[in-house]
Nanobody, 117 residues
């Protein structure tokens, strides 16, 4: 079974930074693009960033462009999101997803990022 575990979230002040991680087991991610999503409180899930199988970012949500950086380590079967200059509107539960028909319906519990003074 595919298992996805997001981690690294927490409470941070506006302007602060966090690095969140996505660890995958039971499935090799190296051949597939991956995505970070987030669900703000009371809102729909939204796409934040996409990275191709080789590690090149291919999409950032406009509001995070220049502040967030997506990366991956295929040998560790992990993906990361470095978030800087965090704003209260970045507060959300963050999820990762594998762009493979064999794993696209697999989701983790997410990791909560709260940006507040």
């Amino acid at each position: 079974d595919v298992q996805i575990v997001e981690s690294g979230g927490g409470l941070v002040q506006p302007g602060g930074s966090l690095r969140i991680s996505c660890a995958v087991s039971g499935f090799e991610i190296r051949m597939y693009a991956m995505k970070w999503f987030r669900r703000p409180p009371g809102a729909e899930r939204e796409l934040v960033a996409t990275i191709d199988s080789h590690g090149a970012p291919t999409y950032y949500k406009d509001s995070v462009y220049g502040r967030f950086t997506v990366s991956r380590d295929n040998d560790r079967n992990e993906m990361y999101l470095q978030m800087t200059d965090l704003k209260p509107e970045d507060s959300a539960t963050y999820y990762c997803n594998i762009q493979s028909v064999f794993a696209i319906n697999s989701w983790g519990e997410g990791t909560l990022v709260a940006v507040s003074s």
